[in-house]
């Protein structure tokens, strides 16, 4: 849902800053939609490629029916798979934008150079968005603790039963822990979870934003954003 609103919200501007007549036009769409509650249950155990199979079949098997309808490309609007994006991947004939590089291509941008990672569990536990931001020189922070990751993780399912205990506030808190204070280099938290920007609702369309001098980057929209663009680059919109 928040990908699709902000992709028609990104398309609506682009047309009332060109000439255009009717409704303004928007990239046109085929969408699977995944059971989460099935996908949860596929997940398999850090370090055991083979007990990821299924979680990776359910996602490689969404990517061929888009690819037999005929996409010019596809992503994958979560994070949580994109720890398994290589082998997700494999034999899908198609372009996939991968969340981790386009997030990393902002941090190039806005010259971030440390990166605080919070997300679901195997996001936090995974070292393959770190390592993706590595190959662009960034760091990527991991919570250390089993507990800071239970804190993060119940911040998720709380935000996605719509309530705010302070979430913003928590955040903010982990962020002072886990990212260097009074440095020249430039620092940010990266909610690489859909849910986590909800902490923050003024600032829901915002691929990055500042709060009380901390930098976010909402994941959703960096990737949002980054297949819009493609779209109009190639001239499939």
């Known amino acids: 849902m928040e990908y699709y609103r902000a992709i028609c919200e990104m398309s609506h501007q682009y047309s009332c800053e060109r000439t255009s007549t009717g409704p303004p036009p928007i990239p046109e769409m085929t969408i699977e939609s995944l059971n989460i509650n099935h996908s949860v249950n596929l997940r398999g155990q850090p370090g055991n490629n083979d007990s990821w ?63 605080l990672i919070l997300g679901t569990e195997p996001t936090m536990t ?59 280099e430039s620092s940010a938290v990266c909610l690489s979870c859909t849910e986590l920007p909800l902490a923050f609702p003024e600032y829901l369309s915002s691929p990055t934003f500042e709060v009380d001098g901390l930098s976010y980057l909402n994941t959703t929209i960096i990737h949002a954003k980054a297949a819009f663009e493609y779209a109009i680059s190639s001239d499939v919109a």
């Not at 079949?57 to 010019?72: Q, V």
């Not at 994958?76 to 991968?98: C, K, M, Q, Y």
């Not at 390592?131 to 991991?142: A, S």
């Open 126 to 184: 995974s070292h393959v968005f770190p390592g993706v931001l590595g190959k662009h020189g960034i760091l990527g922070i991991l919570p250390e603790t089993g507990q800071d990751q239970n804190k993060v993780i119940s911040l998720i399912d709380e935000l996605q039963a719509a309530k705010d205990n302070k979430a913003a506030e928590q955040i903010q808190s982990l962020s002072e822990k886990y990212l260097p204070v009074n440095s020249e």
């Open 53 to 115: 199979l299924r979680f990776e079949s359910y996602f490689r098997n969404a990517l061929k029916r888009l690819e037999a309808s005929d996409i010019d490309f596809a992503i994958i609007a979560s994070n949580t798979p994109h720890n398994r994006f290589n082998r997700i991947v494999e034999g899908i004939g198609i372009p996939v934008l991968n969340i981790f590089e386009e997030v990393a291509k902002v941090c190039v941008k806005k010259n971030i150079v440390n990166t």
